[in-house]
């Protein structure tokens, strides 16, 4: 996409005056300049991040994403700058605020083993959206898969604030080589997804109808969990659960968490169709609560049924501010709502841990049932089924 070109883009985008904040890295950085070098920057710019080292890109998430350049991590991205626009932008539309962001793998001054790509995602309240492009290796300059790289994101912009997308796609195309495609996924929530987001709804359940108790009646044994991807361990710990209970289970994904970056719409999408098909007769329970004591207000009497390594982390006091106050308060809250957890056994660094053989205060110990290693041990995680599904690539 010729230089003119770009320009001409941004100048739309800026006359939209639609606050975005973009993140860049590995590639795409082009862009940024583009948006700023135009008369109007500050009617859209709110914030520019390049977090292009491993730390940096994983702080701008709030969590290490599984692999640096993805679509994936596109969204998540994206997803991390919409919640950072609405912070530095408190009185604008959310429906108007944009989060953008590309992640991209391009010529460097040594040998790639894998292609050369880019990913960008726009996210907005209504929608989330990306677009990717694998390069012909090794037929351009760095500067012109650069220049590849700007365009592409500014396309997705252009397209996010309804702009006709006509001039954008038609230089791009013109850009790509003979097999070069770009390949787009966009998906619109319901309404109550986007309800669930902005607070306004604490939860909503995505099911078969017949799994889906009133909303009066919230889910009283309930799996949390990031579910990428759900595996057999978490069909199993449903399903010891509810002979122990007599109650049905209900997944929880949360589309904020500790340790680990945002879930955009495609994503939440991608999860809730993959419990679907993995549990058919369970509903999952959208929320916005990253912590236990949002999930025990949500879900008042429920048992959580955990992982021990799960149950470590919440008696850990780095996710309290290392205040033994804010932990003692935050488990006398959660004791209030009548909740509890039931523990299941997990490998943690490379030894099978039990609730029993766990070191809990007793405060929260007292809290927690345990799930024997003779009824439970299922040693699969989601890491190493994605970790194994990257290495088959």
Same mark, same amino acid.
């Given at each position: 996409?010729?230089?003119?070109?770009?320009?001409?883009?941004?100048?739309?985008?800026?006359?939209?005056?639609?606050?975005?904040?973009?993140?860049?890295?590995?590639?795409?950085?082009?862009?940024?300049?583009?948006?700023?070098?135009?008369?109007?920057?500050?009617?859209?710019?709110?914030?520019?991040?390049?977090?292009?080292?491993?730390?940096?890109?994983?702080?701008?998430?709030?969590?290490?994403?599984?692999?640096?350049?993805?679509?994936?991590?596109?969204?998540?991205?994206?997803?991390?700058?919409?919640?950072?626009?609405?912070?530095?932008?408190?009185?604008?539309?959310?429906?108007?605020?944009?989060?953008?962001?590309?992640?991209?793998?391009?010529?460097?001054?040594?040998?790639?083993?894998?292609?050369?790509?880019?990913?960008?995602?726009?996210?907005?309240?209504?929608?989330?959206?990306?677009?990717?492009?694998?390069?012909?290796?090794?037929?351009?300059?760095?500067?012109?898969?650069?220049?590849?790289?700007?365009?592409?994101?500014?396309?997705?912009?252009?397209?996010?604030?309804?702009?006709?997308?006509?001039?954008?796609?038609?230089?791009?195309?013109?850009?790509?080589?003979?097999?070069?495609?770009?390949?787009?996924?966009?998906?619109?929530?319901?309404?109550?997804?986007?309800?669930?987001?902005?607070?306004?709804?604490?939860?909503?359940?995505?099911?078969?109808?017949?799994?889906?108790?009133?909303?009066?009646? !919230? !889910?009283?044994?309930?799996?949390?969990?990031?579910?990428?991807?759900?595996?057999?361990?978490?069909?199993?710990?449903?399903?010891?659960?509810?002979?122990?209970?007599?109650?049905?289970?209900?997944?929880?994904?949360?589309?904020?968490?500790?340790?680990?970056?945002?879930?955009?719409?495609?994503?939440?999408?991608?999860?809730?169709?993959?419990?679907?098909?993995?549990?058919?007769?369970?509903?999952?329970?959208?929320?916005?609560?990253?912590?236990?004591?949002?999930?025990?207000?949500?879900? !008042?009497?429920?048992?959580?049924?955990?992982?021990?390594?799960?149950?470590?982390?919440?008696?850990?006091?780095?996710?309290?501010?290392?205040?033994?106050?804010?932990?003692?308060?935050?488990?006398?809250?959660?004791?209030?709502?009548?909740?509890?957890?039931?523990?299941?056994?997990?490998?943690?660094?490379?030894?099978?841990?039990?609730?029993?053989?766990?070191?809990?205060?007793?405060?929260?110990?007292?809290?927690?049932?345990?799930?024997?290693?003779?009824?439970?041990?299922?040693?699969?995680?989601?890491?190493?089924?994605?970790?194994?599904?990257?290495?088959?690539?």
């Amino acid at each position: 996409m010729q230089q003119a070109v770009r320009q001409s883009l941004v100048s739309a985008i800026h006359q939209q005056g639609r606050p975005l904040v973009v993140s860049v890295t590995g590639g795409g950085a082009r862009a940024v300049s583009d948006l700023l070098s135009v008369p109007g920057a500050s009617a859209t710019v709110l914030e520019a991040r390049v977090p292009y080292a491993a730390p940096a890109l994983a702080e701008w998430l709030g969590g290490e994403p599984p692999q640096y350049c993805s679509d994936r991590t596109a969204r998540a991205m994206a997803v991390a700058g919409w919640m950072r626009a609405r912070e530095l932008a408190p009185e604008a539309d959310p429906s108007q605020i944009l989060g953008v962001a590309a992640t991209a793998a391009l010529a460097t001054t040594r040998p790639k083993r894998g292609d050369h790509r880019v990913h960008v995602a726009v996210h907005t309240l209504p929608q989330t959206a990306s677009l990717s492009l694998t390069l012909d290796k090794g037929a351009r300059t760095r500067d012109q898969e650069e220049n590849l790289a700007a365009g592409l994101l500014l396309t997705a912009i252009t397209e996010a604030v309804g702009l006709d997308p006509a001039q954008a796609r038609a230089s791009l195309a013109g850009s790509l080589r003979p097999g070069e495609l770009v390949e787009s996924d966009a998906h619109r929530p319901p309404a109550e997804w986007i309800e669930v987001v902005l607070g306004q709804r604490g939860y909503v359940l995505a099911g078969p109808a017949n799994a889906q108790p009133p909303e009066t009646q !919230p !889910p009283r044994l309930v799996v949390p969990g990031s579910f990428n991807p759900p595996h057999a361990g978490h069909l199993k710990i449903a399903a010891v659960a509810e002979q122990i209970s007599g109650q049905p289970t209900a997944w929880e994904l949360a589309v904020t968490n500790v340790d680990k970056p945002p879930l955009d719409y495609i994503e939440i999408r991608n999860r809730v169709a993959a419990l679907q098909e993995a549990s058919p007769g369970r509903a999952a329970a959208l929320t916005a609560s990253p912590t236990f004591r949002g999930k025990a207000q949500l879900f !008042p009497g429920a048992v959580f049924c955990v992982g021990v390594d799960t149950i470590l982390r919440v008696a850990d006091l780095r996710y309290y501010g290392n205040s033994q106050e804010a932990f003692s308060g935050a488990i006398e809250e959660f004791a209030a709502t009548g909740c509890r957890f039931l523990v299941f056994g997990r490998l943690v660094e490379g030894r099978f841990v039990t609730l029993d053989s766990a070191s809990l205060p007793a405060s929260l110990r007292v809290l927690c049932d345990g799930v024997p290693a003779a009824e439970f041990r299922e040693d699969v995680s989601s890491t190493a089924l994605r970790n194994a599904d990257s290495g088959s690539d």
